[in-house]
T-cell receptor
Framework: AQTVTQSQPEMSVQEAETVTLSCTYD???????LFWYKQPPSRQMILVIR??????QNATENRFSVNFQKAAKSFSLKISDSQLGDTAMYFC????????????FGQGTRLTINP | EAQVTQNPRYLITVTGKKLTVTCSQN?????MSWYRQDPGLGLRQIYY???????DKGDVPEGYKVSRKEKRNFPLILESPSPNQTSLYFC???????????FGSGTRLTVV
C-alpha cells in the first residue's frame, strides 16, 4: 500500500520569505500522480499543483513550485514571496496511475505566514 | 460556477439516528469520492464512484453507505451513527481522477 509522509507538522515564516514543505511517499508503482492541496481556515480543499511522475520537469503555478525527486520519492512544495493568504494546512497526496480513484494523503503541515 | 455542493455544513446528531449528507456537482464529472478528515491522519477515502450505479469501498467504509443514481449526486448515508464517526467529511469530484479532484466545502459531523 502507498503511504505519504509529511514530516513537518507545523511551520512558520515571515511574509515575503520563501518556504519549502516536505513530502515523501512510498510506492512500487512507476506511473503515478502527486498533488499538493491547501486547506485555509475556511476548510475548503484547494488544489495547488499537480505533478505527473513520468514528466521530469517540475510543475510550477505562479509562486508555487515543486521539487520532484522520483528516485528519492520526494515531492516538496516551494512557496516564493509568501503572503498572509498562504496561511493554511497543506496536504501532499498520491494517486496510483490513471485508473486509480483514490488519493492517499499525508498528515498535513500547518503553515503560518507572519506579518 | 463550477462547484461541489455539500449539505449540511454542520450537523450534530445522536447515536443511532440515521442521517444523510448530500453531495452534488455541476461539472458533469464521472468520478466522485467521499473522504473523512481526522487530526493527525489526513484525509481517508470512505467510498468512491466511477459512474452511475458503480460504487466501491475505499479505506474506511465501515458504517457508511453511498448511492449513485444520478451522475451529479453522491449522498453519504450513516444508517446508525456512532461517536467514532465524528469527523469532517468531504465530497469530491473529478473528470478523470488523475487530473485532480474538486472538493466540497466539508460537513462537520458530531455524533453524541
Amino acid at each position: 500500500a502507498q503511504t505519504v509522509t509529511q514530516s513537518q507538522p507545523e511551520m512558520s515564516v515571515q511574509e515575503a520569505e520563501t518556504v519549502t514543505l516536505s513530502c515523501t511517499y512510498d510506492t512500487s508503482e512507476n506511473n503515478y500522480y502527486l498533488f499538493w492541496y491547501k486547506q485555509p481556515p475556511s476548510r475548503q480543499m484547494i488544489l495547488v499543483i499537480r505533478q505527473e511522475a513520468y514528466k521530469q520537469q517540475n510543475a510550477t503555478e505562479n509562486r508555487f513550485s515543486v521539487n520532484f525527486q522520483k528516485a528519492a520519492k520526494s515531492f516538496s512544495l516551494k512557496i516564493s514571496d509568501s503572503q498572509l493568504g498562504d496561511t493554511a494546512m497543506y496536504f501532499c497526496a498520491f494517486m496510483k496511475g490513471r485508473g486509480a480513484q483514490k488519493l492517499v494523503f499525508g498528515q498535513g503541515t500547518r503553515l503560518t505566514i507572519n506579518p | 460556477e463550477a462547484q461541489v455542493t455539500q449539505n449540511p455544513r454542520y450537523l450534530i446528531t445522536v447515536t443511532g439516528k440515521k442521517l444523510t449528507v448530500t453531495c452534488s456537482q455541476n461539472m458533469n464529472h464521472e468520478y466522485m469520492s467521499w473522504y473523512r478528515q481526522d487530526p493527525g491522519l489526513g484525509l481517508r477515502q470512505i467510498y468512491y464512484s466511477m459512474n452511475v450505479e458503480v460504487t466501491d469501498k475505499g479505506d474506511v467504509p465501515e458504517g457508511y453507505k453511498v448511492s449513485r443514481k444520478e451522475k451529479r449526486n453522491f449522498p453519504l448515508i450513516l444508517e446508525s451513527p456512532s461517536p467514532n464517526q465524528t469527523s469532517l467529511y468531504f465530497c469530491a469530484s473529478s473528470f478523470a481522477g488523475f487530473d485532480g479532484y474538486t472538493f466540497g466545502s466539508g460537513t462537520r459531523l458530531t455524533v453524541v
